[in-house]
């Protein structure tokens, strides 16, 4: 079993749908869960860190942590073509920045 | 912001060149990464420097090398580049761990293609 696993997709969507992103994790000691998005070519921008269980919100993007299930999700309300990139998720047993678990990402297409 | 930058975007090299790979960041994060990213097979990391002349072994280091001789520079060597080392190359830095939430940022990447 992988330590954290994500659907590949390709996930595609109409503009303003909600959009459901989500990634499994096996190991019960990460505490530290973050979002990145990747435009094709480029590389990965921070979208959303999140400690333990709980919800943050920041403008259209709300992630989700249940460490009981050991899931997390980032939901895209009103969706734009702009949102179209892949999206990985990251997770890591100490604050800070080393030693960061990644997800395969998941490939979001949304349509005009 | 924080701004890694990597001296290429693009790159292509003969098999048995010697590559050097740059990444600079300008926020004196302590720490730096360097992953290699494939189709299918996601970020891995290949090795990673916590501080000036220290360096750590990531998940895949064979056929690469690293050096930071400046905080604020850390460098990726392919001693004999491959075909098998065609792929993208990320670097990332971060804070040390007890000094703020932060988490790691990366570069635009450099593609590099071994023919």
């Known amino acids: 079993q992988k330590e954290v696993e994500q659907d590949p997709g390709p996930l595609s969507v109409p503009e303003g749908a909600i959009v459901s992103l989500n990634c499994t994790y096996s190991?019960?000691?990460?505490?530290?869960f973050m979002w990145y998005r990747q435009y094709s070519r480029k590389g990965p921008e921070l979208l959303m860190y999140?400690?333990?269980?709980g919800n943050k919100e920041d403008g259209r993007f709300t992630a989700q942590v249940d460490k009981s299930s050991k899931y997390i999700s980032l939901f895209i309300r009103d969706s734009q073509p702009s949102d179209s990139a892949t999206y990985l998720c990251?997770?890591?047993?100490?604050?800070?920045?080393?030693?960061?678990?990644f997800g395969k990402g998941t490939t979001l297409s949304v349509s005009s | 912001d924080v701004k890694v930058t990597q001296s290429s975007r693009y790159l292509v090299k003969r098999t048995g060149e010697k590559v050097f790979l740059e990444c600079v960041q300008d926020?004196?994060?302590?720490?730096m990464f360097w992953y290699r990213q494939d189709p299918g097979l996601g970020l891995r990391l290949i090795y990673f420097?916590?501080?000036?002349?220290?360096?750590e072994k990531g998940d895949i280091p064979e056929g690469y090398s690293v050096s930071r001789e400046k905080k604020e520079r850390f460098s990726l060597i392919l001693e004999s580049a491959s075909t098998n080392q065609t792929s993208m190359y990320l670097c990332?830095?971060?804070?040390?761990?007890?000094?703020?939430?932060?988490?790691?940022?990366f570069g635009p990447g450099t593609r590099l293609t071994v023919l």
């Open positions: 926020m004196d994060h302590e720490n």
């Open positions: 420097s916590y501080d000036v002349k220290m360096k």
């Open positions: 190991n019960s000691a990460f505490q530290y």
């Open positions: 990251a997770m890591s047993f100490n604050q800070a920045g080393t030693a960061l678990i």
């Open positions: 999140t400690y333990s269980s």
């Open positions: 990332a830095s971060s804070h040390q761990p007890g000094l703020s939430t932060d988490t790691q940022y």
